[in-house]
């Protein structure tokens, strides 16, 4: 499914926009080292993921179990998420809300250093603020299709 593309009514601040991009940085480590307890520490505890195929984890224990079932998949590689073309929302009526967009590839290296890519992905997120730290509430994953180009008039 193709996603369109969001206007932003506000620019959020420098300092904001980098303390996001530091989380991301940190929580993709995390899942990257296959750090699955601390990756799932990034979420609230009753956060939940929708995945790009429909299928839905809710809450960190549920997270860490599908997680622990998917290690074998990453026997013999290391994998890399990267995120780029954030857009970052504010919420006027609650200031630790924060509502995240943005694409998302992920590469697998193996042992003899060949690269294979994943599709890629646009992922929505809302980002919470407890106790002065950032948690993801919800991921909805989208795996990217081609647009329908516009009709010839």
């Given amino acids: 499914m193709s996603q369109p593309v969001g ?13 996001v991009q530091t989380f991301y940085a940190r929580q993709m480590r995390r899942v990257d080292a296959l750090d699955i307890e601390g ?3 990034t979420f ?3 956060g ?5 195929g429909g299928q839905r984890q809710r809450g960190r224990e549920e997270m860490i179990a599908g997680m622990r079932a998917n290690l074998p998949r990453y026997r013999d590689i ?3 998420h990267w995120f780029g ?3 970052i929302e504010t919420d006027a009526a609650d200031p630790d809300l924060l509502r995240v967009s943005y694409y998302t590839l992920v590469t ?4 003899e250093g060949k690269v294979n890519f994943q599709p890629t992905f646009t992922v929505e997120d809302e980002l919470v603020r407890r106790d002065g ?3 993801t509430r919800s991921r909805v994953i989208h795996r990217d299709s081609p647009a329908e180009p516009p009709a010839a008039s």
């Fill in 44 to 46: 609230t505890e009753d």
């Fill in 39 to 41: 990756f799932a520490d």
């Fill in 85 to 87: 073309h954030l857009i």
């Fill in 108 to 111: 697998q290296t193996d042992r």
């Fill in 48 to 52: 939940e993921v929708v995945h790009a």
């Fill in 133 to 135: 730290r950032l948690l």
């Fill in 7 to 19: 206007t932003l009514p506000n620019q959020v601040t420098g300092d904001l926009y980098a303390e």
């Fill in 78 to 80: 290391a994998v890399r």
